[in-house]
């Protein structure tokens, strides 16, 4: 045993290591930007929770970053909602002497080996070491044998019950039991703002949670269809906020909110009513767009889908393109509709998405599937719809949520 060593035993780090994947393989100009912003993110969301932590430190040469916390459990969760986040692993940090290595390796294995079980150790290493990874590996699995032969346990390379990984780099080494997946994607906002329209049901939260994966940063707005709905309709939206900006790093959202029924009545007043669902989202999309002006956002980011509903067939999507100069996104266009109830129920917003919230009473029979541009255009011009919208659009209201 080198000297010092069980002063350096008693100091048996406990961190999370942290990968990043895609971020890595991009230039090193725009890889640096990301990897700041993530840090950034991480920072955020852990201090949102009131989480503390000794450092967060960034390994760009290994596409890592290492948290260092007494509240494990606490920062795993948050870490799991934090976008551009890969994967992670609460680990052991050791220096890099066979030793230390052996005696972190043994207490994994004590803590996760049960009766019976069999097991292997993966080591990588980087550096100069006075071992190889390969002597590393049967060092340490002979050390566990030895002094856990009352378990039963055995080793087993191919398809070993549990896996100790050891990750040597240069003076420290990491050990770890086990990989907890993130969320993937892109840092929160890394890559620009978007309007989302969101109506609190179970698609547009989700098709705005696939574009905040990607890295956008949503302004949510929510059309207040009253007297045609009521108070459920808002009480579900705001829940819906509430549990999807977890994947922000906010503490504080602003929903805006616009008072979407005196349009849908002016529209049920004037209009034949099997168009009355595609000028309602038409009007949407005004709306929209003029908030997207006011954030500088490229785009607006929909729930619909394709022939999900009798409204959503292909004409009525173009029709509905051509309302606003700005892109439209709908990440849900692939999704089967059970697809996006097992993301909505594996991300946690299911829940809030099926609160009891009452319907569209405006929604006729049956809604028109042909939509006619040049004929609807002529209706909007016609009835002036776009001073409606300028009337909405300055009645818009901001409702503080804070997400905690
Ligand atoms: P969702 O499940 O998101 O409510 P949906 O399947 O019920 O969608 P529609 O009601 O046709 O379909 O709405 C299509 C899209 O239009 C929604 O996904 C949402 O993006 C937008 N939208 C609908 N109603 C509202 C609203 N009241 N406020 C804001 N956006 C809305
Ligand atoms: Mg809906």
Known sequence: MS????????????????????????????RRRLENILINRIKKMLERKNISYTSLKLLPTRGRIYLYTQDLFSSAQELKKCFGIVSFSPA????SERELIREAALKLAETSLKMNDSF??????SGQHPFTSQEISADIGAFILKNLTDRGISVDLTKPDQTIYIEIRDKNTYLFNKIIYGAGGLPYGSQGNLISLLSGGIDSPIATWLMMKRGCNIIPLFCDLTPFTDDSVKNRVKQVVR?????????????????????????????PPKFT????????YKIAEKLAKRFNAKGVVTGENLGQVASQTLENLFVLNQSI???????????????????????????????????CTAVPQYPETH???????????????????????KAIREIKISIL
Do not use: W
């Open 3 to 30: 000297k010092g060593l069980d002063e350096k035993k008693k100091n048996l780090f406990t961190t999370l290591l942290i990968r990043y994947g895609e971020i890595g393989l991009k230039s090193t100009k725009v």
């Open 92 to 95: 052991f940090q050791v220096s």
């Open 120 to 125: 292997a150790i993966r080591t990588k290493r």
């Open 243 to 271: 549990n999807l900006f977890e994947y922000s790093p906010f503490k504080q959202i602003t929903l805006y909110c616009t008072p979407h029924g005196i349009i849908l009545r002016k529209i049920k007043e004037f209009i």
């Open 277 to 284: 669902c595609i000028f309602c989202k038409r009007l949407m």
């Open 325 to 359: 100069k700005i892109p439209v996104f709908r990440p849900l266009i692939g999704l089967d509709k059970t697809e996006i109830i097992d993301l909505s129920r594996k991300i946690g917003l299911y829940q809030s998405s099926i609160m009891p919230a009452t319907s």
């Open 371 to 393: 939509g006619n541009l040049e004929k609807i255009i002529e209706i909007e011009v016609e009835n002036k719809f776009q001073e409606l919208v300028n009337e909405a659009f």
